[in-house]
């Protein structure tokens, strides 16, 4: 069977959503594409090969996402570059939703640096495409600390890969909120932590796992959380400079996004937010 043949089975299986089908193909032409030399984009291979190369490659990269796997996903994805850098091979279709998922990939895993030097090397075009407006706008959201707009992003979501990313976001966003309320108070009740922290509630399992990874205690009786004395010293935080390109966050030392110090309450910042929580429910 030619490798063309083979992506026009791949490409069948992966739009019936045979994802057991998918990853038997996928891990043979893998090997298939290191054995040729194809994997590694090689110049001297003919445009029809390259071409075919990059949609297999494209197709895996969008089948690692769906099944939750970011470390195939970035296996995949940096396999995938050196494709887009020839000169001579036609542009792809798949371009813009790669480009997407890896500045919203960045995003997520905190790779704030990385993820504006991205941007500085598009072009109009690309920067108006859909997919990378997603990533951009959720950027300057979490610059904003409009978190709320980030969460609700999930209902606009272009394609099932990005809800993966989205959700990994969230935990970062999450974990973020946790540390401002854990320096700003003694305890929280069970409700208001809820819709802080965006568990709707039919989350309560996900609520409870997500305070208990943080040693939240609840209290049964007031359905109230207590905090440990330090909290998690792995904490993502945003940097709201006024330099967006030197914007970082990575864990926490001595102190919050923004310049705050841990330890010093926050309740003008946390106040809102526990008012806004509080209308949550009617709001998502």
Sequence with gaps: MSLQQSLTELQSAFDKGKTEQVTSQLSKLKLELAKSGLYFAPPTATSN????ARSILELASF????????????????????????PNLPSSPNRPVILGLYLLALLSGGQLTEFHTLLERLGPGEMGDSFVKLPVDLERWLMEGAYNKVY??????????????LEKLMGTVRAQIAATIEASYPSLGKQNASGLLFFKSGEEKDLIEFTSSR??????????????????????TYNTSANPSATSFGA???SMSGGVTRGIPMRTM??????????LEAIV
């Design 49 to 52: 090969d390259l071409v075919v």
């Design 215 to 236: 040693k939240w205690t609840l209290n049964p009786s007031t359905s109230t959380f207590t905090f440990p004395s330090t909290s998690p010293d792995d904490t993502p």
């Design 63 to 86: 089948h690692s996402l769906r099944l939750h796997s970011l470390k195939s996903y970035t296996a995949y994805n940096a396999a995938l570059q050196p494709f887009y850098a020839l």
């Design 252 to 254: 926490t030392g001595n």
């Design 152 to 165: 609700r992003a999930r209902e606009r979501v272009p394609r099932e890969e990005f809800g993966f990313l």
């Design 270 to 279: 946390v106040g809102p937010a526990l008012r806004l929580a509080q209308q």
